[in-house]
Structures are given as structure tokens and as C-alpha cells.
């Protein structure tokens, strides 16, 4: 019996739907189509051949054109791989929708199994030798016909030849500068001056302008470049900083190893070794191109369902800052071009801190374009791929129009980017959104770019050339989610996000009302396409390393329902969060803030901008300034954030710490600062009398998903005090998510020399967790006093006192000693003597030391009818000192029982002597820095209500409501 046909039709019809000679129905499930690629220069590729693994295609080219010619036919999901090697690419790759799956269906750009492909815009230099007329300098022929900023060799970005100028070396003018230092004649005598370039390196802007001519010592500039330079804020000639000043792009420059410069007209390639650099063996890549791939359609037809997957980009340049637009930086890789037409013919002084002009132009700022670009395109996702080498930002998802090669930008819908890498680039890391108009309110809906998600990424030791580019940058964007990536080792700012000033809000920014932005654009009435940001998880490390104005976390705008969550930031140059002009309707909890050079949250509410509705809770911070945000005032909420040092951090912290980053296998190597076992010490009680004893429990807790074992505990106590385990240890074995503890009976010694001793407790945990060792550092500091028994003590606040010989120390927190309009207050902690001042009284000590709690932290003397009589008891007077803001001689004056009027002096720190003088009814306040020369504050007050005979005594608050503080005085006396 014949066999049955109808497994030959079943064949024939797979084999059909597998060439893609037959359309499926559309209800087919769709079919796979895989097409191989050889890197360039491949002995078996052929564009002729079939684009099997046997017979792989030569150029991505051609790839392409057959990836089109599949999805014309439906049905098919189509996956391009990569074989190993280095793919040259001599055009970019530009997809559109015609590049993109249909119905269902996916186009995948893939290595091949086992693979490393590079995408690459540069080529190989090789044939170098040795320049004759330069000793230490090679020269190799590259040819003509291009130019090229950047030049990558082994793998890194290596600087253009420059020299540094001194600020005193050159005097700018409207048209360039002149030349002082006698040193520098020689530059009128060079070729090529065109293409010198002046770098300004200010406080947020890092500028380029390319020199017009040098004759004699006068240096004429290209324009727009000089103009644009010159004009508005952070400019050349009026920097927020003091500036660093370079020429670059000369031969005549090249003396640093490391250092090149192209010779565009003869063709020639020049490069100084670094020490031990064998030029026979150098990898040198010069870069040809300014982007290698485009992604974007129109909004009617996008891009779409397109992959990229284990892919390296590599090998751009980017060449608009060397022509006569130069690099006009204002902010995050955004910068002024072209001739301003509001420019007035003055500039160079009337706009070198802003100006109406000025305003003008903000509309027409331009974005500096990507190496890879998407737009117009939805449902695009890149993973696990690497982007280094690269001439500019690396990745710009729904940038203006500007920065797309396509011409159409904005419009990006569904992109996700994930367990990727962003090194060694010239720009930032990834840019998200546009600034101009269509970007905050568009003028189709279908501009507004939404559902980003950027996670798991390594964003890390990049924006080498452009130092003002962030890390991560987002500006209007509805619905992006920048969740566990890794982003350190940066200028500026690590992660960035919204743009425009606030200016773009409902109703606008009052401060650009007076600088005239609304003469040329609306106050708008609805809000910016900015909203649902969340941040959350973020490992930022290293930044604000060479410009400032910048954080870890900076915010700029409205951006309703958005948090930052879980962020671990450690080490910046300046700030942690930065909320600058306009931030509204953030949250931020569960941060931990470690060695943040500044505050480790700031505000910019000043000067009319409507920053405000913010939400800071639960956060952690080593770093104890937070400016401009206060709670109750412009809708901020502050609550329960804790100020800690690296050894005291709360479990809670401990876990973020470990969480935050890449995650799963893009976690990468054990972090011994980040270990996968947290530890915390607490003590009950914490604050000893001499001799006694305390328990000290230590709390261990494992973070990780794996069990932790070999977990061991010693702690270790100062010389005099005492520390024994009381009970069992830790276990020696923690699974995921269990924690545990172990006690020890600490006891102090049986006395101190001074009122208040302070003993560092310290743990030591050591382990295995994550399949390496690990270290958990931990202390606690405990306190003993000696006993007060020479004066009562009163605290309308939880309060302590301790005194030694003729020092006395008081421990206490409080709002404040004050009554105004903002509220009544009576929070202290005093040692006093009943009864001590009568009608003619002298009330003098001398404030040795007080813990910065507060700039307006008080401690001094004081008189009152009843020093216990808190909120009510009249005849009230302070002579106090502060941190920050001088003496003050407080009164009350109406007898209500609050201290309600003030005089002050400003420039006066502890250790300071303070004094109360009464007579009668009244009572003045002095101070004197060295107990004998009295300097009086303020008028003589009148007491209302004022007893024969008043307690006198210390007072302090630390003006931070829950904080305690230590202040310690010496020398007190009531005569």
C-alpha cells in the first residue's frame, strides 16, 4: 500500500513557509526565519548566498533587505544573528516600519549562539611609525575626506592634543580674546586655526567654541559659536565657578602621552604612546561614523516589534561641535545653536548673566544626538548589549526631531532597556525625551513619549568629553520606570530627570515671569506629558566628580505621582537629591545617602520658583543638611528621615543597600560594601550612670536569596568598660529573609574624668553569603555621666545632666524656646539653682560646646520665676549661643511665659561666655569671648510680672524636634 500524501503536502508547505515562499494565513501562527551574518571581512560570506550559518551573508546591509523582503510576505518572526567578530558599518543601519514585525510578530537582531558581534562605525588603524619631525610621536596614513573628534585606542577614549590655559593668560571680549602671556605667541604662527577648539570647563556647562584666526596675540572665534557661548547663564565669560580653560586640536599641542591629532588635509593620524604601548599592538579604531543605528518611522507608521539583543555598539564620532556652532551647553547634553535672533548687540555684558534675549532662545535649544537612536517606534527593546566607544550619548530614546537622523523625533512607545552596559562614551549614558515644546505639550498625541522602562543597566565611567552629560537623563516623559541600574564614576549628574524650569507647568514659574520667558511662549494651563516617574533601586556611586550644581538624583519640573524609592547613593561631589526650579509632586523614601560632600536633600525654592509638594519619609542619610524643604511649609512632608553614620545603619538600610543595582545574573560580582548579611546594634539603655550595665543586642538579618553560613559575632568595647555574650550566639547558618540576634551585658566604668564619657561599642559579623566571604562592620555608641548633684535639673523634653568639677552637660532635643507667629514653643533641657537671682543679680557662664543640631541650636543662660513652670511661668530671659547664627539675648515680653522677643549678634560661636544682668524689673544680655571684655546685645528688657527672687540656671534646645544634642558648659555663677 502506497504510503499517504498527505505528510508530503505537510512538508512541502513547512518547507515553502520556512523560505518564505508562501504567505501564511493571517490565523497562522507565525513562523521563524533566522538570517546569519558574517562580520566584515569574512572568507565564507556572500551577500549572493543564503544567509544560513554555512553560508552567511557579508554586511548588515543586506541583512536588511532580506529582513524586509520576509515581512512583506506576513507571518513570520524574523531573528538576525550575529556571528563573531567585528561588523564595519560604512552608512548607519536605519529601520523603519518596513524593518518591523507585523501582527504579532518580532524582528530580532541577535548574536549567534556563543558570539561577542560588535556594530562598529570606525576603522582599524594600523601601519604606524614612527614621526620623524616629533620624537615619542607615531604617524600612521588614514586618508582624507573625513574628520573625526574622537579616537578610541585599547578600548579607551583617548584625549585630543590640548594645552591648558591660565585665566590670566587670556582677556575675553565680544569677539574672542586676547592673548597676555607672552609663552603663548607662538599660537599665531600655526596651522589649521580653524580648527583649534577653546574648551570651557564652568560649573554645570562644559563648552566648546572652534577659534576663527589668531593674529598676533588677538584670537578671533567663529561664529554663532562664540555668541551662543557668551549668552546666559554659566557663561564663558561669567562661569558660577572658577573656570578651566583649554585649547585643543593642534599638532603643536600634542606633548601628553595618550594625546592625538588627525591632519585632515594630508591624511595623517597622530598619536603619542602611552608608556609601554607597543603601537605594533595597539588596537586603534577612528571613527567614521555619527550614528550606527536609526530606529524610528512616522507616527501614522512606527517602528515597531524590534529586538536587540547581545549586541555591541562601538566606533562614533560627532562632529557639530566642530563646526562654527561649536558646543553652546546649557544643560544635560542640551545646547544653543544657530544665530539667536533676540540676541542683543550687547550680549557680551548685558547677557552674561541672563537676559530677556536670553529667554527667548530656550524654545529652539537643540539635543545632542545618539549613537543609537529611537523614535517614532513602539515596542522596541534592547538587552543585554554593550555601548562603548561611542562619540556621543550612547542610546536617545523620543529626543526632538534634532537629535534624529530620521527627522522625526519624539514618539516612542514601549521601549525597554535592560541588562545593558553604557562605558567609555564621549556623552552620557542614555537620553530619554525631548525639551522643545512638542516635547511638554505636542501638538499630536501621538509625540508623547510613554512606557520607558530602563532597567538593570550599567551605566558607568562615561561622558568623558561631555562632562554636563548625566548619566541617565529623562525629561518629559509619561510613565518611565529607571529601576535597579547601576550608574557611577560620572562629572555630573548621575540620574536626571525633567526639564524646563517649572516654566512649563500649569501657571508657569514666577521667576521667569520677571526674566521675560513668557514674552515669547504661553503660561501654559495644563499640565507637561511628565508624570508616574518612578525611580526605585538605583545604585549611584561616584558622581559630581568634576562639575557641580548636580547629585546623585536630580529633579527639575512637575512631575505628578512619581517616586524615588530605594535608592542607594553613595559619594557624591555635591548633593543627593537635588530638587531643583519647579520639582513638584515627588516622593522620596527609603533612600540611603552615604558621603554626599553636600546636603544630602536640597530644594531650590528661591527667588519665586513654585518648588514644593514634596514628600521625604523614611530616608537615611550620613550627611545631616537638608535645605528647602521643610515640613508643613509650600506642601512639603518630612518624617521619620534618619541621620546615621556607615557602622550604625538600620537593617532597613542595610537592605536597600544590597538591593540596589542590577539584579539576578546582571548583579554581578559580590559588592564587599554592599554584603548580603546586614547587621544593627541597640542598646537598652543607652545612657549610664558610672558602674552600670547595659544590654547590647546584636541583630543579623540575611538579604540575599541564598542561605548565609559561617556567621560569627565579636564584639569589642573601650579600655574600662566591660563586654561578656550573654546566652547563645548567632546560629551559624541564616536561609533567605531569616534574621537573628545575640546579647551581651556591656557595663561602664565605675567613674569618668569629665561630665559626659562616650564608649564606641564595636561588632564585627564575618560570614559566607553569595558564595564569598563577607565583613559587616557595626557600632554603637553608648553614653555614661557623672551625676548632677550640684544644681536641680528640669526638662519640658526628655532631658539629661551630667557634671564634672565645674563643667556641666545637658542632653536634650526640642522644637525651640520661641513664640511668634509660626507656633508657641518651650522645649528644654535646664540645670538651675531655686531661688538663686534677686533684684540686683549677675547670671554667667560660659558655653564651652554644642552639637550642630540646628543652626539656630540654643544654649546659654537664662532666668525665670519657676524654671519648671514650662509655657507659663513669666519673668523669662535667655543669653544663648548658636551654631549659626550668633548670640541672642531673648525676652518675654508680655509675661505669657514664652520668650517672644530677640536681639542678636551675629558672627560669635561657642566656646563663648554669656551673661544675664538684672535690676529690678529688668534684665539685660551680654557676651564676651574671653570673660572679662562684655559686649551688650540688644536693649535692656522690661520683665512683666517678674518675682523678688527667680531661678536661675543653664538652658539648651537643639531646635530639631526628636534630636538630641550635647551642650556643655563651664563656669557658672549667679552673684
Given at each position: 500500500?502506497?504510503?499517504?500524501?498527505?505528510?508530503?503536502?505537510?512538508?512541502?508547505?513547512?518547507?515553502?513557509?520556512?523560505?518564505?515562499?508562501?504567505?501564511?494565513?493571517?490565523?497562522?501562527?507565525?513562523?521563524?526565519?533566522?538570517?546569519?551574518?558574517?562580520?566584515?571581512?569574512?572568507?565564507?560570506?556572500?551577500?549572493?548566498?543564503?544567509?544560513?550559518?554555512?553560508?552567511?551573508?557579508?554586511?548588515?546591509?543586506?541583512?536588511?533587505?532580506?529582513?524586509?523582503?520576509?515581512?512583506?510576505?506576513?507571518?513570520?518572526?524574523?531573528?538576525?544573528?550575529?556571528?563573531?567578530?567585528?561588523?564595519?558599518?560604512?552608512?548607519?543601519?536605519?529601520?523603519?516600519?518596513?524593518?518591523?514585525?507585523?501582527?504579532?510578530?518580532?524582528?530580532?537582531?541577535?548574536?549567534?549562539?556563543?558570539?561577542?558581534?560588535?556594530?562598529?562605525?570606525?576603522?582599524?588603524?594600523?601601519?604606524?611609525?614612527?614621526?620623524?619631525?616629533?620624537?615619542?610621536?607615531?604617524?600612521?596614513?588614514?586618508?582624507?575626506?573625513?574628520?573625526?573628534?574622537?579616537?578610541?585606542?585599547?578600548?579607551?577614549?583617548?584625549?585630543?592634543?590640548?594645552?591648558r590655559l591660565q585665566r590670566s593668560d587670556i582677556t575675553l571680549n565680544a569677539n574672542g580674546f586676547t592673548i597676555n602671556n607672552p609663552a603663548l605667541a607662538y599660537l599665531a604662527g600655526l596651522p589649521d586655526q580653524k580648527r583649534i577648539e577653546l574648551q570651557a570647563m564652568l560649573s554645570f556647562t562644559n563648552r566648546f567654541a572652534p577659534v576663527e584666526s589668531i593674529t598676533g596675540n588677538t584670537v578671533v572665534m567663529q561664529q554663532p559659536a562664540w555668541n551662543n557661548n557668551t549668552y546666559g547663564y554659566d557663561t564663558i565669560q561669567s562661569p558660577l565657578r572658577p573656570a578651566t580653560f583649554f585649547l585643543q586640536n593642534s599638532k603643536s599641542f600634542l606633548n601628553e602621552a595618550g594625546e592625538w591629532y588627525l591632519d585632515t588635509t594630508a591624511g595623517v593620524l597622530y598619536y603619542k604612546p602611552l608608556a609601554g604601548q607597543d603601537m605594533a599592538q595597539a588596537r586603534v579604531e577612528l571613527p567614521k561614523l555619527e550614528s550606527l543605528l536609526q530606529i524610528g518611522g512616522t507616527y501614522d507608521a512606527p517602528a515597531r516589534n524590534l529586538r536587540f539583543e547581545n549586541l555591541t555598539f562601538t566606533g562614533t564620532s560627532w562632529l557639530n561641535p566642530s563646526t562654527s556652532d561649536g558646543y553652546a551647553n546649557q544643560q544635560t547634553g542640551v545646547f544653543i545653536s544657530g544665530v539667536q535672533e533676540h540676541r542683543p548687540a550687547d550680549a557680551f555684558d548685558s547677557c552674561e548673566f541672563g537676559c530677556r534675549g536670553f529667554e527667548g532662545s530656550r524654545n529652539g535649544w537643540a539635543q545632542s544626538p545618539s549613537a543609537v537612536q529611537v523614535s517614532a517606534a513602539e515596542d522596541i527593546s534592547f538587552t543585554d548589549s554593550t555601548f562603548v566607544n561611542l562619540g556621543s550619548i550612547a542610546l536617545g530614546i523620543g529626543n526632538d526631531a534634532n537629535a534624529h537622523a530620521s527627522g522625526v523625533g519624539l514618539g516612542a512607545h514601549r521601549v525597554t532597556v535592560s541588562g545593558s552596559t553604557f562605558t567609555a562614551n564621549a556623552g552620557g549614558g542614555i537620553m530619554v525625551g525631548g525639551v522643545r515644546p512638542d516635547a511638554h505639550h505636542p501638538a499630536d498625541p501621538r509625540m508623547v513619549n510613554s512606557d520607558i522602562v530602563l532597567r538593570d543597566n550599567r551605566v558607568h565611567a562615561t561622558a568623558l568629553e561631555y562632562l554636563d552629560n548625566a548619566g541617565i537623563f529623562a525629561s518629559y516623559i509619561t510613565r518611565l520606570t529607571v529601576e535597579h541600574n547601576y550608574v557611577a564614576d560620572l562629572p555630573y549628574t548621575g540620574i536626571g530627570l525633567g526639564y524646563g524650569w517649572g516654566a512649563n507647568d500649569p501657571g508657569g514659574n514666577q521667576e521667569y515671569v520677571g526674566r521675560g520667558l513668557y514674552d515669547f511662549q504661553p503660561i501654559f494651563t495644563t499640565p507637561t506629558t511628565l508624570s508616574d516617574v518612578r525611580i526605585v533601586g538605583n545604585h549611584v556611586r561616584n558622581v559630581v566628580q568634576t562639575l557641580f550644581d548636580a547629585s546623585c538624583i536630580y529633579t527639575l519640573s512637575a512631575m505628578p505621582r512619581s517616586v524615588i524609592d530605594e535608592n542607594y547613593c553613595e559619594n557624591s561631589g555635591q548633593l543627593g537629591l537635588y530638587f531643583d526650579e519647579g520639582s513638584r509632586y515627588l516622593s522620596a523614601s527609603r533612600n540611603v545617602l552615604v558621603r554626599t560632600a553636600g546636603q544630602w536633600a536640597h530644594a531650590n525654592n528661591q527667588n519665586g520658583n513654585p518648588t514644593g509638594n514634596l514628600t521625604l519619609i523614611d530616608n537615611f542619610a550620613t550627611n545631616s543638611g537638608i535645605t528647602g524643604i521643610s515640613n508643613g511649609s509650600r506642601g512639603n512632608v518630612t518624617r521619620g528621615n534618619l541621620i546615621v553614620t556607615e557602622t550604625t545603619l538600620p537593617l532597613e538600610a542595610s537592605r536597600v543597600v544590597y538591593q540596589a543595582g542590577p539584579r539576578g545574573d546582571h548583579r554581578g560580582a559580590p559588592d564587599p560594601g554592599r554584603p548580603a548579611v546586614g547587621a544593627v546594634l541597640s542598646a537598652d539603655p543607652s545612657v549610664l550612670q558610672g558602674g552600670e550595665s547595659t544590654t547590647v543586642t546584636v541583630t543579623v538579618k540575611n538579604f540575599s536569596e541564598r542561605r548565609a553560613s559561617e556567621l560569627a559575632v565579636a564584639v569589642t568595647v573601650p579600655d574600662g568598660w566591660q563586654a561578656v555574650r550573654v546566652g547563645k550566639p548567632v546560629p551559624y547558618g541564616l536561609d533567605s529573609g531569616e534574621s537573628d540576634s545575640e546579647t551581651w551585658k556591656v557595663t561602664a566604668p565605675p567613674s569618668v574624668s569629665t561630665p559626659v564619657s562616650r564608649a564606641e561599642i564595636k561588632a564585627v559579623l564575618t560570614g559566607r553569603a553569595d558564595q564569598a566571604d563577607l565583613t559587616v562592620n557595626r557600632s554603637l555608641t553608648l553614653t555614661a555621666l557623672n551625676p548632677l548633684t550640684s544644681m536641680k535639673s528640669h526638662g519640658s523634653v526628655p532631658s539629661q545632666f551630667a557634671e564634672a568639677g565645674s563643667q556641666v552637660v545637658i542632653l536634650t532635643s526640642g522644637t525651640d524656646i520661641w513664640q511668634d507667629a509660626g507656633g508657641s514653643f518651650d522645649e528644654f533641657g535646664a540645670a538651675y539653682r531655686d531661688d538663686a537671682a534677686g533684684a540686683t543679680s549677675t547670671v554667667t557662664a560660659q558655653v564651652t560646646r554644642m552639637d550642630n543640631t540646628n543652626a539656630w541650636a540654643k544654649a546659654g543662660v537664662f532666668v525665670r520665676n519657676d524654671a519648671t513652670g514650662t509655657g507659663a511661668s513669666p519673668g523669662y530671659a535667655a543669653m544663648v549661643a548658636t551654631p549659626g547664627n550668633g548670640v541672642a539675648f531673648q525676652w518675654d515680653a508680655n509675661g505669657n511665659g514664652y520668650l517672644d522677643s530677640f536681639s542678636g549678634a551675629t558672627g560669635v560661636t561657642a566656646p563663648v561666655w554669656v551673661r544675664l544682668v538684672r535690676s529690678g524689673n529688668q534684665v539685660s544680655g551680654y557676651y564676651s569671648k574671653n570673660g572679662t571684655t562684655w559686649t551688650k546685645v540688644g536693649p535692656t528688657a522690661t520683665l512683666p510680672g517678674i518675682a523678688e527672687r527667680q531661678d536661675a540656671g543653664l538652658i539648651a534646645t537643639s531646635h530639631a524636634a526628636g534630636v538630641t544634642g550635647q551642650f556643655a558648659f563651664s563656669d557658672f555663677t549667679v552673684s
Open positions: 500500500m502506497p504510503p499517504s500524501p498527505m505528510p508530503r503536502v505537510s512538508m512541502i508547505v513547512a518547507a515553502l513557509l520556512l523560505t518564505g515562499a508562501f504567505t501564511a494565513p493571517a490565523h497562522a501562527a507565525p513562523v521563524s526565519q533566522t538570517i546569519v551574518v558574517a562580520p566584515t571581512g569574512a572568507g565564507n560570506a556572500d551577500d549572493n548566498g543564503s544567509g544560513r550559518r554555512d553560508e552567511p551573508l557579508a554586511t548588515l546591509a543586506e541583512a536588511q533587505r532580506r529582513v524586509r523582503a520576509a515581512i512583506a510576505k506576513g507571518g513570520v518572526n524574523v531573528t538576525v544573528e550575529l556571528l563573531d567578530g567585528v561588523h564595519r558599518l560604512t552608512a548607519p543601519l536605519r529601520l523603519d516600519a518596513a524593518d518591523s514585525g507585523r501582527e504579532g510578530t518580532t524582528v530580532t537582531w541577535t548574536a549567534a549562539r556563543g558570539a561577542t558581534p560588535v556594530i562598529s562605525g570606525a576603522t582599524p588603524v594600523t601601519g604606524w611609525e614612527p614621526d620623524e619631525s616629533a620624537p615619542g610621536v607615531y604617524k600612521a596614513a588614514v586618508g582624507t575626506g573625513f574628520d573625526t573628534r574622537q579616537l578610541y585606542v585599547d578600548g579607551k577614549l583617548a584625549p585630543r592634543a590640548k594645552v
